[in-house]
């Protein structure tokens, strides 16, 4: 009887022990926490410090953007407002005046924006391209079809159905069962 209960105290302490150090700091999991931090600290600053090396050199070359080439009766061109976005140049946006001047040389009111009549849309959409997304080419119903027989749940349940139905054909006269069934494929 005393053994049974020097058993009985010694699981319990063993059950503590696991318990009671269960939420204990893993000190080598925290560090590799720490590691990965600094890491990423460390690549985010080496990234940040390329990035102004670049803006400095642009700034020390001198860099420009390119000159803007009157198009029609605007005073930019459809590839330097291209060549600005694509590249997000700020310095060049900046050059050109910012909202205000790219609005003048575009002739639009930061307001009331363009001007509505006729002649005025054509002319841009002539210079600068109309301003709309290709159409995708719609799919069929065929299409449709062929798709879902690709899915292998549906594949698994016509398999069914059509052994259902061919079953049901077999032990009874009418075929409701499969026919039903196949149908609600």
Not at 96 to 115: A, E, F, P, W
Not at 140 to 162: G, K, N, P, Y
Request: charged share 20%; net charge positive.
């Amino acid at each position: 009887m005393f053994g049974r209960l020097v058993v009985l105290l010694l699981t319990a302490l063993v059950l503590n022990a696991s318990r009671r150090f269960r939420y204990t700091l893993d000190l080598k999991k925290e560090e590799e926490k720490r590691e990965l931090i600094s890491k990423i600290r460390a690549h985010a600053q080496a990234v940040r410090a390329a990035y102004l090396f670049t803006q400095a050199g642009n700034q020390a070359n001198g860099t420009q953007p390119l000159p803007p080439t009157p198009n029609g009766d605007f005073d930019i061109g459809p590839e330097q407002l291209a060549s600005m976005t694509r590249d997000h140049n700020f310095v060049a946006f900046q050059q050109y005046g910012g909202v205000n001047g790219l609005s003048g040389m575009l002739r639009t009111n930061l307001d009331k924006g363009i001007n509505g009549d006729e002649s005025d849309l054509l002319n841009r959409r002539n210079v600068f391209g109309s301003n709309t997304y290709p159409r995708k080419k719609g799919r069929s119903f065929w299409r449709f079809v062929w798709e879902a027989c690709q899915d292998l749940t549906l594949v698994i349940l016509m398999v069914a159905a059509v052994a259902s139905l061919a079953l049901g054909i077999k032990t009874e006269v009418r075929g409701y069962g499969g026919l039903g069934d196949l149908e609600a494929v």
